[in-house]
């Protein structure tokens, strides 16, 4: 597969196993049928750990797609998923270089924290139009606003960022703002692995991709992986299968 500097994960990881995200999918549908409104899945995890990748085959198989599936089937869960990463939250590169915190963009105070918390809400309240909300653009390394729409038929939002389960202000907020929580959980030398070789591809030299991916990407792992405890799945970054199951 060609590498698609937009989706880095899709080079850097093999599909996962199309039974687990099923079982997975299964959990959403219990949800669907309680809830009888919008759910928002939250999936967090350390850099690395195969989140967006999670993220990504959940709502595909839901609407209907994935490697795996048939194109006119999807799952047994109505209306369609949206994948949400908070990415698109990071602040802009000027704002980083007048606040002296560059060199560790990715860290959680890199992050429009508040901004990131105030589309929860709005997600969670607003219905008869079409909620938009920043991507994030790895060619210029730079958020892009209102290029994801959720539109009103969107039934679930998957949600995907480092910093969900943080119980650091205003992130603390995000778990009871969720319907459920995963954790995507992979050993540190796979991550670490995954790191290099996705910052390697995006321009660093080997050595300076080294670097970042142990001490930026290694110093926000410590945080982030802290949090697991809040989640109520640990799910497997490189299989999709539940570890662990907190409920």
Same mark, same amino acid.
């Given at each position: 597969?060609?590498?698609?500097?937009?989706?880095?994960?899709?080079?850097?990881?093999?599909?996962?196993?199309?039974?687990?995200?099923?079982?997975?999918?299964?959990?959403?549908?219990?949800?669907?049928?309680?809830?009888?409104?919008?759910?928002?899945?939250? &999936?967090?995890?350390?850099?690395?750990?195969? =989140?967006?990748?999670?993220?990504?085959?959940?709502?595909?198989?839901?609407?209907?797609?994935?490697?795996?599936?048939?194109?006119?089937?999807?799952?047994?869960? $109505?209306?369609?998923?949206?994948?949400?990463?908070?990415?698109?939250?990071?602040?802009?590169?000027?704002?980083?270089?007048?606040?002296?915190?560059?060199?560790?963009?990715?860290?959680?105070?890199? *992050?429009?924290?508040?901004? *990131?918390?105030?589309?929860?809400?709005?997600?969670?309240?607003?219905?008869?139009?079409? +909620?938009?909300? $920043?991507? *994030? =653009?790895?060619?210029?390394?730079?958020?892009?606003?209102?290029? &994801?729409? /959720?539109?009103?038929?969107?039934?679930? /939002?998957?949600?995907?960022?480092?910093?969900?389960?943080?119980?650091?202000?205003?992130?603390?907020?995000?778990?009871?703002?969720?319907?459920?929580?995963? *954790?995507?959980?992979?050993?540190?030398?796979?991550?670490?692995?995954?790191? &290099?070789?996705?910052?390697?591809?995006?321009?660093?030299?080997?050595?300076?991709?080294?670097?970042?991916?142990?001490? +930026?990407?290694?110093?926000?792992?410590?945080?982030?992986?802290?949090?697991?405890?809040?989640?109520?799945? /640990?799910?497997?970054?490189?299989?999709?299968?539940?570890?662990?199951?907190?409920?």
């Amino acid at each position: 597969m060609p590498f698609d500097p937009e989706h880095p994960e899709r080079a850097e990881r093999p599909a996962l196993s199309a039974e687990a995200v099923d079982l997975l999918i299964a959990r959403i549908t219990s949800l669907t049928d309680a809830a009888g409104r919008r759910l928002l899945i939250g &999936i967090t995890g350390s850099p690395g750990s195969g =989140k967006t990748t999670l993220a990504k085959a959940v709502v595909d198989r839901i609407n209907g797609g994935g490697p795996d599936a048939d194109p006119h089937v999807g799952s047994d869960v $109505p209306g369609t998923a949206v994948h949400l990463p908070m990415d698109g939250y990071h602040l802009a590169n000027s704002t980083l270089d007048r606040l002296g915190i560059h060199d560790r963009k990715g860290a959680i105070e890199t *992050f429009d924290g508040w901004g *990131f918390v105030a589309l929860l809400d709005r997600l969670r309240s607003e219905s008869g139009h079409t +909620v938009y909300a $920043p991507s *994030f =653009k790895r060619r210029v390394d730079e958020g892009v606003a209102g290029e &994801i729409a /959720v539109d009103d038929s969107a039934t679930i /939002v998957v949600i995907e960022g480092n910093y969900l389960l943080s119980d650091v202000e205003p992130w603390s907020g995000i778990r009871d703002r969720l319907d459920a929580a995963w *954790f995507c959980a992979t050993p540190q030398d796979e991550r670490e692995r995954r790191l &290099i070789d996705r910052h390697t591809r995006h321009g660093r030299t080997p050595e300076a991709a080294t670097a970042w991916a142990r001490d +930026v990407d290694g110093a926000n792992a410590v945080l982030i992986e802290r949090s697991r405890e809040r989640a109520e799945l /640990v799910i497997s970054g490189v299989t999709g299968e539940v570890v662990a199951d907190v409920v």
